[in-house]
């Protein structure tokens, strides 16, 4: 089945910087790669997703890329604030829309003000 | 549109007992998954349920079941609780695919002692 491996576990930014967060998966299938963001204390949220169509997807301040041929995605962050401290996870599907997804294990990102 | 609800949000069981949790989908929605989340592990699968038909299932053992009522309402049991079942169990829906957006519940927190 799909493998999802997240990197770093955790992640520690100055204001301001950008912080980038990587995933891989193991199964060449997958096609749709969303992010969820979980603040302390509250419940997951979407964040950004991406599809295998697509090699980049941008919303703000926000930019998910995907590399197929490596089976790696990544979430960018830039211009970091305060608020954007949380825990991240990615995920991976594949399929005909209808498989579960596989969660990464979460990088923990602490913004410095 | 009111969000996923999950009841209760605490509980405190000992070990050899059973538990059940609720959750309550976005009005519409037809597909609920269920995950269990504990510190360094992320967000593991447990089961997905649409239309009252369990579409998907996790690695997990039998103690874990699940079944969705014609409301799209869902309820999942664990039987003979372990003290390595203590997680925050969370329950998101969707309108009926896997790969839209999941919008997640506040979690059920269950403590085993």
């Known amino acids: 089945g799909e493998n999802v491996e997240q990197h770093p576990s955790t992640l520690s930014v100055q204001e301001g910087d950008s912080a980038v967060i990587k995933c891989t998966y193991s199964d060449s299938a997958s096609n749709y790669f969303p992010w969820y963001k979980q603040e302390l204390g509250k419940r997951p949220q979407l964040i950004i997703d991406?599809?295998?169509?697509?090699g980049e997807k941008k919303d703000q301040r926000i930019a998910v890329t995907l590399n197929k041929t490596a089976k790696h995605f990544s979430l960018h962050i830039t211009e970091t604030q305060p608020e954007d401290s949380a825990v991240y996870f990615c995920a991976a599907s594949y399929n005909s829309g209808n498989t579960p997804l596989v969660f990464g294990k979460g990088t923990r990102l602490s913004v410095i003000a | 549109k009111a969000g996923v609800t999950q009841t209760p949000r605490y509980l405190i069981k000992t070990r050899g007992q059973q538990v059940t949790l609720s959750c309550s989908p976005i009005s519409g929605h037809r597909s609920v998954s269920w995950y269990q989340q504990t510190p360094g592990q992320g967000l593991q699968f447990l089961f997905e349920?649409?239309?009252?038909?369990?579409?998907n299932k996790g690695n997990f053992p039998g103690r874990f079941s699940g079944r969705q009522f014609s409301n799209s309402r869902s309820e999942m049991n664990v039987s003979t609780l372990e003290l390595g079942d203590s997680a925050l169990y969370l329950c998101?829906?969707?309108?009926?695919?896997?790969?839209?957006?999941?919008?997640f519940g506040p979690g059920t927190r269950l403590l085993v002692l």
């Open positions: 349920y649409f239309s009252e038909t369990q579409r």
């Open positions: 991406i599809r295998s169509n697509v």
């Open positions: 998101a829906s969707s309108s009926r695919a896997v790969q839209e957006t999941q919008y």
